[in-house]
């Protein structure tokens, strides 16, 4: 045998001479919940890696994310049952406690990167990503909220915003109200490929936020969000994307979409983030309890993986702990 691959595994010094990736504190970016009042930090039951935080808990979280080496957060408000409404209202009430979060946060932490949650559903009584009539999605009347969201969000100090709610056209909607408005140097990172998946479950549950339970309201979120079925529609959603001004694209889910994460990279030289969502979170974490999975090497393999694939950024409900991990070794 001439060729002999196993020669280039043959020690952990060797090994480590022909690794192509790894994963770092500056690839990840790490998702909080926030809730009302003071001094809370809730379990979530579906996703026992994560809580929710009060303001003032958050901060301390952020602090001891940070001395792990993260630098970088993506936020979610869970808004109380009796604020929301189907105009979704409190999405752009300049008081609200999600926008005073943020301006907290940024205050006490003014060299890290906060990004904002674009979208309706924590606000809207129907939990859909834009406002419902007569059962149909309207994008048009949602964009008009969601520009204005955006200059709150901009105002309140967030660097990056968040759309995630895949409206036709937001991206430019929201990238003129943001200049038109003294905020051109606020970045959107776009839920680009954002799929119709079964895998929001845990999310919904930490948010209350899922679809209600109402003929008259669509029951999932397939008019907007795409079809697992496809890959092409991501080029599409992509190119618009980029030419409406997004400054980062991403892909959601991660791992059973780790296709379109290379597509994506591969055909734009705009950074790809991957949304490592709740759901596949949840499940490596329910295999671990069973003994089923070993977490200490199941965890990081899964956000290398999603690395190899091509995401320069992951969103994951692991970051905290994969550095955590990465300390004791
Ligand atoms: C909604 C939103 C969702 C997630 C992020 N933003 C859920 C949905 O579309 O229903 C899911 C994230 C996760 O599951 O971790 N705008």
């Known amino acids: 045998m001439l060729r002999r691959p196993r020669r280039n595994r043959k020690s952990e010094s060797i090994r480590k001479l022909i690794r192509e990736n790894a994963v770092h504190a500056n690839d990840l970016i790490q998702p909080l919940f926030l809730t009302t009042g003071v001094n809370k930090k809730e379990q979530i039951k579906s996703l026992p890696v994560a809580h ?8 301390f979280e952020i602090e001891e994310c940070i001395k792990l080496g993260l630098h970088s957060f993506i936020m979610f408000p869970k808004i109380p049952q009796d604020l929301k409404n189907p105009e979704a209202s409190y999405s752009i009430n300049p008081d609200n406690y999600y926008l005073k979060a943020a301006i907290e946060i940024k205050d006490r932490f003014p060299n890290i990167t906060l990004i904002s949650d674009v979208a309706l559903d924590p606000y809207n009584s129907d939990g859909h990503d834009g406002l419902v009539k007569n059962g149909i999605i309207q994008n048009d009347e949602t964009l008009v909220l969601l520009e204005k969201m955006s200059i709150l969000q901009a105002d309140a100090g967030f660097d990056i915003l968040g759309p995630s709610d895949m409206m036709d056209g937001r991206i430019e909607a929201i990238r003129y109200a943001l200049d038109s408005n003294k905020h051109t140097e606020t970045s959107i990172m ?4 954002k799929y119709a998946s079964a895998y929001y479950g845990p999310f919904r549950d930490a948010l209350d936020s899922a679809p ?14 795409m079809d697992p079925a496809n890959s092409r529609e ?9 030419m409406e001004g997004a400054d980062f694209i991403m892909v959601k889910p991660a791992l059973n979409y780790l296709d379109i994460i290379h597509l994506l990279n ?12 709740s759901g596949e979170c949840a499940m490596l974490i329910a295999a671990c309890q069973n003994n089923w999975l070993d977490y200490n090497t199941a965890m990081p393999e ?11 950024l992951i969103i994951s409900y692991f970051a905290k702990d994969f550095l955590n991990l990465a300390k004791g070794l």
Do not use: W
């Not at 929710?52 to 901060?59: E, G, H, P, V």
């Not at 776009?190 to 490929?193: C, H, I, K, L, R």
């Not at 991501?234 to 980029?242: N, P, S, T, V």
């Not at 591969?266 to 969502?277: D, F, I, L, Q």
């Open 52 to 59: 929710r935080f009060s303001t003032d808990k958050i901060l």
């Open 212 to 225: 209600v339970n109402d003929q008259n309201i669509p029951k999932d979120k397939k008019s907007y969000q």
């Open 234 to 242: 991501a080029i599409i959603e992509a190119e618009l994307d980029i």
């Open 190 to 193: 776009s839920y680009t490929a």
């Open 266 to 277: 591969t055909n734009y030289e705009t950074p790809v983030v991957a949304y490592h969502v």
């Open 302 to 312: 899964t956000l290398l993986c999603i690395k190899r694939a091509g995401a320069k």
